[in-house]
Nanobody, 115 residues
Framework: QVQLVESGGGLVQPGGSLRLSCAASATIVGIYTMGWYRQAPGLQRELVAT???????SYADSVKGRFTISRDNAKNTMYLQMNSLKPEVTAVYYC?????????WGQGTQVTVSS
């Protein structure tokens, strides 16, 4: 069983920045593919960014150039730096890890962009 704990969400004004963290309870960062997803009210959960064990990164088109996914293997933590935030990115953000046998999810952290 792997536990993922997201943090760093909150209320920010348009144009602001936030950095989300995803701390894992086991040594998985850098070993398996991990990702950030988000779910806005009334909408399906959607992919934001992923990072593979080899370090390959992909982003949803809507966040390219503004969001950056990264990881610190020593801290067993994954990050999502979000810049130039817009109201439409308001959602609950989740991290996950795909161990190829199981997929584990965190509990989510709320990001609200509003003036």
């Amino acid at each position: 069983q792997v536990q993922l704990v997201e943090s760093g969400g909150g209320l920010v004004q348009p144009g602001g920045s936030l950095r989300l963290s995803c701390a894992a309870s086991a040594t998985i960062v850098g070993i398996y593919t991990m990702g950030w997803y988000r779910q806005a009210p009334g909408l399906q959960r959607e992919l934001v960014a992923t990072i593979t064990s080899g370090g390959s990164i992909s982003y949803a088109d809507s966040v390219k150039g503004r969001f950056t996914i990264s990881r610190d293997n020593a801290k067993n933590t994954m990050y999502l730096q979000m810049n130039s935030l817009k109201p439409e990115v308001t959602a609950v953000y989740y991290c996950n890890v795909d161990t190829r046998r199981y997929v584990f999810w965190g509990q989510g952290t709320q990001v609200t962009v509003s003036s």
